[in-house]
């Protein structure tokens, strides 16, 4: 089983809907957890984080985190030409929270 | 300043070259790191400094050698590469190691060997 997990896609939502970014990850000592947006040809750009059990909410954005089931996901409400990129999903993977793994990243294009 | 600088953005070089990527933060961050990343796959973890001293290295080939002289500074140095080592090489950044508060990313080197 891979570290962390995310469906590869490619995402297309008609804009101005909700785009739902899912990802699971198998160390269940985990206690942060990141996304990650990257636009082609750049370097990723951290837009959310969450720590705890529930909602967090940042603009058009959600991330939801289930540490039971051991499940993250970002929300994107009111989709717009500029969300397309890639969706990166980290999380702290080893004993001492040293190292940032990524999953495969989502490719969400949105469709004017 | 918020950002980590890399350079250069592009580098082509042949495979009996040396040369070198430069990474600079003036954040006060004190966990340093390389990433390579491959089109379409995501970041992988090559390197960790934490107060200029080598944390993790992922068993990285030695044609990689990394160095961190001070606190702001993180240098990748290239020797023999293949072309198979052309990619993205990021470099980031974080307060600390293990705070868990996530990395900021410099734009990137992008890397062809030739």
């Known amino acids: 089983q891979k570290e962390v997990e995310q469906n590869s896609g490619p995402l297309s939502v008609p804009e101005g809907a909700i785009a739902s970014l899912n990802c699971t990850y198998s160390?269940?000592?985990?206690?942060?957890f990141f996304w990650y947006r990257q636009y082609s040809g750049k370097s990723p750009e951290l837009i959310m984080s969450?720590?705890?059990?529930g909602d967090k909410e940042d603009g058009r954005f959600t991330a939801q985190l289930n540490k039971a089931s051991q499940y993250v996901s970002l929300l994107i409400r009111d989709s717009q030409p500029s969300d397309s990129a890639t969706y990166l999903c980290a999380v702290p993977t080893n004993f001492g929270n040293e190292k940032l793994t990524f999953g495969t990243g989502t490719r969400l294009t949105i469709i004017p | 300043d918020t950002e980590v600088t890399q350079t250069p953005k592009h580098l082509v070089m042949g495979m009996t070259n040396k040369k070198s990527l430069k990474c600079e933060q003036h954040?006060?961050?004190?966990?340093m790191y390389w990433y390579k990343q491959k089109a379409k796959k995501p970041p992988e973890l090559m390197f960790v400094?934490?107060?200029?001293?080598?944390?993790i290295n992922e068993s990285v080939p030695s044609r990689f050698s990394p160095e961190c002289p001070n606190s702001s500074l993180l240098n990748l140095h290239l020797h023999a590469l293949q072309p198979e080592d052309s990619a993205l090489y990021l470099c980031?950044?974080?307060?600390?190691?293990?705070?868990?508060?996530?990395?900021?990313f410099g734009s990137g080197t992008r890397l062809t060997v030739v």
């Open positions: 160390d269940r000592g985990s206690q942060s």
């Open positions: 954040m006060g961050h004190r966990a």
């Open positions: 969450i720590y705890s059990n």
């Open positions: 980031a950044s974080s307060l600390e190691l293990q705070q868990g508060r996530g990395y900021t």
């Open positions: 400094y934490s107060y200029e001293k080598l944390s």
